[in-house]
């Protein structure tokens, strides 16, 4: 009987401390998990307050690849414009610039945009789009030139009219128009130019620019590349 009474005190000595053991443990536990959670709060107040910057914006629009005019290009009739407002899809659109300079977007009509510049376009777009939305950012990109031609005539395969869509070298047309004639007269070709309302001529010799031994002018608009 008494070897049974002590074996009941064991056991009951055992399970209290087994018992005060995991009371004793259950605060550490509670504040690991405090701890967990409150880095966690933090870390989803920081990213919901801090806006992200750099590569980490993936959620912006990607802005269409357009042509790259000179700089300082100004804005045609007929050139094909990108405009995009950040955040407002509605107000994003392709579009090309009217005859009389105009183009029309939703909510704000009719707006002039030839001869401005893009940096000139995209300010006066954000000003008139303050009234609609709140801090409004707004890309303009020209997809492509229209409005700014040179021409390519005499002894080439294809005469005709060709868009300055950038920089466009002599050269760089006459591979355009499929290359000199069997009978063009490569030593002689000229550029006829409108400087000051007078017609100049501006010589050209195609085999010394291919090896680099004579210039390869940069053309302008209007400019008529003639192959005799």
């Known amino acids: 009987m008494a070897h049974y009474n002590t074996f009941n005190f064991s056991v009951s000595a055992i399970f209290i401390i087994s018992v005060l053991s995991l009371v004793h443990a259950m605060p550490t536990s509670a504040q690991a998990l ?12 920081s990213a919901k307050e ?7 914006v993936s959620s912006a629009p990607n802005a269409p690849a357009g042509v790259q005019p000179p700089s300082g290009y100004h804005i045609g009739p007929a050139d094909e ?7 407002e899809p509605e107000l994003s659109e392709g579009i090309v610039v009217r005859p009389d300079g105009m183009i029309t ?10 001869g401005l ?19 409004p950012q707004v890309t303009v990109i020209v997809k492509a030139v229209h409005s700014q031609k040179v021409f390519a005539a005499g002894n080439v395969v294809k005469q005709g009219v060709y868009a300055l869509d950038g920089r466009k070298t002599v050269l760089e047309l006459l591979v ?8 063009a007269k490569g030593g002689s070709i000229y550029i006829l130019r409108n400087v000051d309302g007078k017609e100049t001529r501006i010589y050209f010799n195609y085999k010394k620019a291919l090896s680099g031994k004579s210039a390869n002018p940069e053309l302008q608009p209007g400019d008529m590349v003639v192959v005799p």
């Open 34 to 45: 405090d701890t967990k959670d409150s880095k966690a709060s933090q870390q989803y107040a």
């Open 50 to 56: 801090d806006p992200p910057t750099g590569d980490s």
């Open 81 to 87: 414009l990108m405009i995009t407002v950040w955040h």
């Open 105 to 114: 977007l939703p909510l704000l009509n009719d707006i002039k945009v030839a």
């Open 117 to 135: 510049t893009t940096e000139e376009t995209q300010s006066l777009l954000t000003e008139k789009l303050k009234t609609l939305v709140n801090d």
């Open 176 to 183: 355009e128009a499929g290359g000199l004639g069997p009978f």
